[in-house]
């Protein structure tokens, strides 16, 4: 693909980058789709001695597909048509993923901390003809958006370099719409990793020091606001000084409750499989057994990815069930919702 191939401002970014590198289109193939992405053939020179063991926030980690985001954007692309859904991809380098949303009809924004990155994002939406694409420059911890912006955030492997995991998360849960969903790839450990790895540079360069265990990494999306937390994928990445390192995808969902529940006739139904389950706030739910709900559970329950497994009714909608009240069921009297 040439300059002339490509709209105005997109041909002049794309001779601006010829210019300083070496480029190619490589084709990412996923399901049905074909996705062009730009990408740097001259790595020797666009690393220009930078060494990822001594300065991590030097090293241009967004220069290369990693496998992380190969395996996020598959997921995306299983993902249902997005008939004008807000995507979000955060520190998104090449912008797979989100260019992978775009070609499902999601109306995508990428965001990366550096304009070179966004000049590459550009010349790829170009390339594929999308234009339900948008730049933006920021920071994981500090999204230049407002809140309630998307209906799906995504990132792969760079949640994993912050300093601040719990605030990056917190920044998400801000942007996204209620009952709005966050799908991210990262590393995680298999226990928690040592002081000494963590000091080590050449391990943060690798994305193996930042690392959490998937406990810790889940609580702090839990303590963010997250709810209904599952683990879509996960595969064996490597092993570190006798410490296993696992790639994940996870998926959680957005729910803001409100500044006060009331009760107003409602009961939850659990349909099974387990003969019980409890939820994040300690609401036990046995099979099979009407539980009286506040309207905050009550709304939860009947939105992902709750509501396949439960059935919220009314009072008057009951039969002859066994009904348990949530207070029978909350851990601790007065603090269930």
């Known amino acids: 693909m040439n300059a002339n191939d490509l709209p105005g401002k997109a041909a002049e970014i794309y001779k601006k980058i010829r210019r300083k590198h070496k480029v190619a289109f490589e084709t990412l193939k996923l399901n049905d789709k074909e996705i062009k992405i730009l990408q ?11 060494d990822p063991f001594k300065d991590v926030s030097e090293f241009p980690f ?4 990693w496998e992380a985001s190969l395996i996020l954007s598959h997921v995306v692309a299983a993902l249902p ?20 949303a775009a070609a499902c009809g999601y109306d995508v924004t990428l965001s990366d901390y550096e304009k070179h990155i966004l000049d590459f994002q550009r010349v790829s939406a170009a390339a594929n003809g999308f234009d339900n694409v948008d ?12 809140e309630h912006f998307a209906d ?4 792969n492997c760079v949640i994993n370099l912050s300093p601040d995991k719990k605030q990056v998360f917190v920044e998400i849960w801000r942007i996204l719409r209620d009952h709005g969903r966050v799908v991210v790839s990262d590393t995680i450990s298999e226990k928690p990793v040592p002081k000494g790895m963590r000091a080590n540079p050449r391990l943060w360069g690798e994305c193996v020091s930042g690392a959490l265990t ?27 000084e006798g410490y296993k390192f696992f790639s994940i995808v996870v998926r959680g969902y957005k729910f803001e409750k409100k500044s006060s529940c009331t009760y107003v006739g409602q009961y939850a139904t659990y349909l099974g499989p387990m003969q019980a389950v409890v939820d994040e706030e300690g609401h036990l739910f046995p099979r099979d057994q009407a539980v009286a709900v506040c309207t905050d559970t009550a709304a939860k329950l009947q939105k992902p990815p709750y509501q396949s497994s439960f059935v919220v009714s009314t009072g008057t909608d009951m039969n002859e069930q066994s009904i348990t009240t949530e207070e029978d069921t909350c851990p601790v009297e007065g603090e269930c919702c």
């Not at 740097?40 to 930078?50: F, I, M, N, W």
């Not at 967004?62 to 597909?65: E, K, S």
């Not at 799906?152 to 990132?155: F, G, I, R």
């Open 40 to 50: 740097v053939t001259d790595l020797e020179s666009l690393l220009a001695g930078k």
């Open 152 to 155: 799906l955030v995504t990132s």
């Open 135 to 146: 730049f933006k420059k920021g920071y994981l911890e500090d999204i230049p958006l407002p």
């Open 214 to 240: 998937e406990a810790e990494y889940l609580s702090k999306m839990e303590q963010a606001g997250f709810y209904g937390l599952s683990i879509l994928k996960r595969t064996l990445w490597r092993e570190v």
């Open 62 to 65: 967004w220069v290369r597909l």
């Open 81 to 100: 048509p997005g008939n004008g859904t807000k995507f979000l991809e955060l520190g998104a380098g090449l912008g797979a993923p989100g260019l992978t």
